[in-house]
């Protein structure tokens, strides 16, 4: 039989006074930081110094991660870019994957591929996206429509229309070729082979004589610029005129020559009897 005579704990006391706060500790070092970017690479397990990597106050036990190969390096000698080291450490890419599966396409001609049209032209490559290769093909055919609906000119690449046809009526929109018919279109070969016919019509046409003199006097001036034979008993030559001025070139001569910007005088031992002059083409 167990009987209750008494306790060991007296009435609960009074609440003591809180005690005075202590002084701050001092700040102690900061942990390790992590860092990313590209300044640090490589994979020496030595230490190197980079002193591109940015940073002035590296830590030992910091870590920096090459965001480019994704390694990572540790501070082993602590300071600014110019003295902190940093050694590899690892990297935190896996070793690269089996190639999967090629993908199919259900319907290709439902496809609806996006692209940008090229920057420049220039030709389609083998292993080249989908993407790339449009655009290049969206650039050529936009020279080639622009050119196809362009007329050219002198100074302007175009679209030339081809005919050997003699119904041409409009000048400057066909390539014509050597055997255009159409001499009333203006600069078409067929036009430039008639003015030619044209000026050789007066060919062996006496234009000046000279009668019993020892010299010989004959004034060009009168005559359009163009090309002449002269013709006498002691000499022949072919006159050239032109911007007015002659140039002479002597076939047979017996005397003498003096040429000048709009003259011609011959000088012969023996009297001169007749001089013709033939003009062969004039403009």
């Known amino acids: 039989m167990k009987v209750l005579i008494g306790n060991f704990k007296g009435p609960q006391g009074e609440q003591g006074i809180e005690g005075q706060k202590g002084d701050t500790g001092a700040i102690g070092p900061r942990g390790s930081r992590w860092t990313s970017g590209t300044g640090?690479?490589?994979?020496?397990?030595?230490?190197?110094?980079f002193i591109t990597s940015g940073i002035t106050d590296a830590h030992i036990q910091d870590y920096y991660i090459n965001t480019n190969t994704g390694n990572l390096y540790e501070c082993i000698v602590p300071g600014t870019a110019d003295i902190a080291e940093w050694v590899y450490i690892g990297n935190f890419k896996g070793p690269t994957g089996a190639t999967g599966p090629a993908g199919?396409?259900?319907?290709?001609?439902?496809?609806?591929?996006?692209?940008?049209?090229?920057?420049?032209l220039e030709n389609?490559?083998?292993?080249?996206?989908?993407?790339?290769?449009?655009?290049?093909?969206?650039?050529?055919?936009?020279?080639?429509?622009?050119?196809?609906?362009?007329?050219?000119?002198?100074?302007?690449?175009?679209?030339?229309?081809?005919?050997?046809?003699?119904?041409?009526?409009?000048?400057?929109?066909?390539?014509?070729?050597a055997i255009e018919k159409n001499a009333s279109v203006e600069g078409t070969l067929a036009n430039l082979i008639s003015q030619q016919n044209s000026d050789l019509l007066n060919k062996i046409e006496v234009v000046y004589s000279g009668l019993d003199s020892a010299e010989s006097e004959i004034n060009f001036s009168p005559f359009p610029f163009g090309m002449y034979i002269v013709i006498s008993y002691r000499f022949t030559a072919i006159i050239w005129r032109w911007s007015n001025s002659l140039r002479c070139k002597i076939i047979e001569k017996e005397g003498s020559i003096?040429?000048?910007?709009?003259?011609l005088v011959l000088e012969f031992n023996q009297t001169v009897t007749y001089i013709c002059i033939i003009q062969c083409w004039h403009r």
């Open 40 to 49: 640090i690479t490589g994979t020496s397990t030595v230490g190197i110094v």
């Open 124 to 177: 389609i490559k083998s292993g080249e996206t989908v993407a790339i290769a449009f655009g290049k093909l969206r650039k050529a055919l936009a020279i080639f429509i622009t050119h196809y609906m362009q007329k050219a000119t002198t100074s302007i690449l175009g679209h030339v229309k081809l005919s050997n046809s003699a119904a041409i009526t409009k000048a400057g929109e066909y390539a014509l070729d």
């Open 258 to 263: 003096e040429l000048t910007t709009n003259k």
């Open 104 to 120: 199919s396409i259900s319907d290709i001609n439902k496809q609806k591929p996006t692209y940008e049209e090229a920057s420049k």
